[in-house]
């Protein structure tokens, strides 16, 4: 389970602005069954590009 402020990547192209690698840091769990998140996806100089809610099966953790 991620946890709130993990750095994490889009597993597939979420949209338009959200393609496959795009990295984002969680912001909220919303404790449903099963888990979804909140997740801020930037852009390579940290700007915002879109706050979405995903599924476990659209992210994966970044490694420190």
């Known amino acids: 389970m991620l946890k709130e402020y993990d750095v994490v990547r889009a597993k597939s192209d979420l949209n338009p602005l959200i393609p496959r690698g795009t990295k984002g840091?969680?912001?909220l769990i919303?404790?449903?069954n099963p888990n979804r998140y909140e997740v801020e996806f930037v852009?390579?100089?940290?700007?915002?590009l879109e706050l979405l809610t995903v599924g476990d099966d659209d992210l994966e953790l970044v490694e420190n």
């Open 30 to 32: 919303l404790h449903e």
């Open 43 to 48: 852009d390579e100089n940290g700007e915002t």
């Open 25 to 27: 840091a969680v912001m």
